[in-house]
């Protein structure tokens, strides 16, 4: 394997299906460009002449739509952004935090970290979609699953806050998990 000598950006992406690593290798004398998405590489372009530009591909079980820009800044300088589904990666995750749910939780000695798509109602764990039961309960509704042989439950209850809207609840084993910050 050889040594990563023209690596310059490295990025962490929270999805739902995880947090995946992107690396990006740049070399500004043989124009060379490598993507590796989780240690796996996805792009290999060898002898570019034009050194800026941009590189795209996918991320996660999702196949979500990233670009890495490479603009030049002054002189022998560049500037890596990373964008994901168009937006810059800060934009994504601001709007990510409004349209998702996360909970990091350890079960006997195992860590599990569940999402919760609010849009569909999808609920993820450690990278595998769940297998969910959901029923209307009388102040709102409970999305029922299982992780190994704990049973997990998300509540959605009305705040009666408009500008609040619903809030989530994960309970295992009746009881209440904190929300995560990513």
Request: charged content about 30%; overall charge negative; some cysteine.
């Amino acid at each position: 394997l050889e040594k990563m000598t023209d690596l310059v950006a490295i990025w962490e992406v929270a999805l739902s299906d995880g947090v995946h690593k992107i690396e990006f290798e740049h070399g500004t004398t043989s124009g060379k460009r490598v993507v590796y998405v989780d240690g796996k590489e996805e792009i290999r372009k060898e002898w570019m002449f034009k050194l800026v530009g941009k590189e795209t591909f996918t991320v996660g079980a999702a196949k979500t739509k990233a670009t890495i820009n490479i603009d030049a800044v002054s002189g022998f300088a560049y500037e890596y952004t990373l964008e994901i589904n168009g937006k810059s990666l800060k934009k994504y995750m601001e709007n990510r935090s409004k349209t998702t749910n996360t909970w990091v939780l350890s079960l006997g000695g195992t860590d599990y970290r569940v999402v919760l798509e609010k849009d569909t109602m999808d609920v993820w764990c450690n990278g595998q979609k769940m297998e969910t039961a959901g029923e209307f309960v009388e102040d709102g509704t409970e999305t029922h699953f299982s992780v190994g042989d704990h049973s997990c439950c998300i509540k959605a209850v009305s705040s009666g806050k408009r500008k609040e809207g619903i809030i989530h609840t994960l309970i295992v084993d009746d009881r209440e998990i904190p929300e995560a910050v990513e």
